[in-house]
């Protein structure tokens, strides 16, 4: 006979567990400490097993019919359901500790790892920070493309259209490195570009007419200000690196028989050392500049220390 809710609550508990009886293998344990939990036995691989389906009033008497007849189905496939079961539960469990934060800190290792530059590294790390206050604690299989969008256009609504471009693009390598080892099907942010602003490029002012820039190189070499001031602007258009490159260049760096210049990794935004070859007019102006040499490491070295 078919289980009632009001046989269920009249049943008492007694010195050892009994069952209470429905159909098609599914049962009620009621045991002695008045818990009362859903079972349906099964056949499976010519082997009886028994799935547990949830206690009894949290899980009713409908839930453990329609989780009985789940069972069956599975059954039919040809599948055990107590190993779908234990599959799901492993799934859940992996994508709990597979967060957005998790992979995002594991990239952020991996670059570190390919040894990258200290700049790109931190803003990976800047770009990651970004990300995380909405994302860190998701499941990376549980995140949408629109919630990825909703952290970008944020970004965006101060005005930092190219952050939100480059974020977006950072987005996209988490969720492709989510992918490659094997803990996301699918990169919600892959499209999401097409979606932003498109930031407004404000070119530098510079000199591009030749008369120009032959006026700028004698007002250079005209200037009476200090002599090492002259010097520095005058290897600026010899050498194309950046002001504080040229401001920090070191005598140890120079080698005047091979006319270069050798700028060490770690002051540059590269893995390796920078080599930089020297004019003649280069090493002319960098000869000038030891005539004046101070007790310093350093070619133009500070006023005032």
Request: net charge positive.
């Given at each position: 006979?078919?289980?009632?809710?009001?046989?269920?609550r009249?049943?008492?508990?007694?010195?050892?567990?009994?069952?209470?009886?429905?159909?098609?293998?599914?049962?009620?344990?009621?045991?002695?400490?008045?818990?009362?939990?859903?079972?349906?036995?099964?056949?499976?691989?010519?082997?009886?097993?028994?799935?547990?389906?949830?206690?009894?009033?949290?899980?009713?008497?409908?839930?453990?019919?329609?989780?009985?007849?789940?069972?069956?189905?599975?059954?039919?496939?040809?599948?055990?359901?107590?190993?779908?079961?234990?599959?799901?539960?492993?799934?859940?469990?992996?994508?709990?500790?597979?967060?957005?934060?998790?992979?995002?800190?594991?990239?952020?290792?991996?670059?570190?790892?390919?040894?990258?530059?200290?700049?790109?590294?931190?803003?990976?790390?800047?770009?990651?920070?970004?990300?995380?206050?909405a994302?860190?604690?998701?499941?990376?299989?549980?995140i949408?493309?629109?919630?990825?969008?909703?952290?970008?256009?944020?970004?965006?609504?101060?005005?930092?259209?190219?952050?939100a471009?480059?974020?977006?693009?950072?987005?996209?390598?988490?969720?492709?490195?989510?992918?490659?080892?094997?803990?996301?099907?699918?990169?919600?942010?892959?499209?999401?570009?097409?979606?932003?602003?498109?930031?407004?490029?404000?070119?530098?002012?510079?000199?591009?007419?030749?008369?120009?820039?032959?006026?700028?190189?004698?007002?250079?070499?005209?200037?009476?200000?200090?002599?090492?001031?002259?010097?520095?602007?005058?290897?600026?258009?010899?050498?194309?690196?950046?002001?504080g490159?040229?401001?920090?260049?070191?005598?140890?760096?120079?080698?005047?028989?091979?006319?270069?210049?050798?700028?060490?990794?770690?002051?540059?935004?590269?893995?390796?050392?920078?080599?930089?070859?020297?004019?003649?007019?280069?090493?002319?102006?960098?000869?000038?500049?030891?005539?004046?040499?101070?007790?310093?490491?350093?070619?133009f070295?500070?006023?005032?220390?």
């Open positions: 006979m078919a289980l009632s809710d009001i046989k269920i009249s049943a008492k508990p007694q010195d050892k567990p009994y069952s209470l009886l429905d159909s098609n293998g599914l049962r009620l344990i009621i045991n002695p400490n008045g818990s009362r939990l859903w079972k349906v036995r099964y056949f499976f691989d010519k082997k009886e097993k028994s799935l547990s389906l949830g206690a009894y009033p949290a899980v009713s008497l409908k839930d453990a019919r329609e989780r009985r007849d789940e069972a069956r189905k599975l059954l039919a496939a040809g599948l055990d359901p107590n190993g779908e079961k234990r599959r799901k539960v492993e799934e859940i469990r992996v994508a709990s500790a597979n967060t957005f934060k998790a992979i995002a800190e594991e990239l952020n290792e991996k670059r570190r790892a390919d040894d990258l530059a200290p700049a790109t590294l931190r803003k990976s790390e800047w770009f990651t920070s970004l990300l995380l206050s994302l860190g604690s998701r499941p990376i299989t549980d949408r493309p629109l919630e990825v969008l909703e952290v970008l256009k944020k970004i965006e609504k101060k005005g930092n259209h190219e952050t471009k480059r974020c977006c693009r950072f987005a996209a390598k988490i969720f492709r490195h989510a992918i490659i080892t094997g803990r996301a099907e699918r990169n919600p942010a892959a499209d999401l570009g097409e979606a932003l602003v498109v930031p407004k490029v404000e070119h530098y002012a510079a000199i591009i007419e030749p008369k120009a820039v032959g006026q700028l190189m004698r007002d250079i070499a005209a200037y009476q200000g200090r002599a090492l001031t002259r010097i520095a602007l005058g290897l600026s258009p010899h050498l194309f690196v950046r002001p490159e040229l401001r920090q260049v070191e005598w140890t760096e120079l080698d005047f028989e091979k006319a270069i210049w050798c700028i060490p990794a770690a002051k540059m935004k590269m893995r390796s050392d920078h080599i930089v070859p020297l004019s003649r007019q280069a090493l002319v102006l960098f000869k000038e500049a030891e005539a004046i040499r101070h007790n310093s490491k350093y070619v070295p500070g006023q005032q220390s």
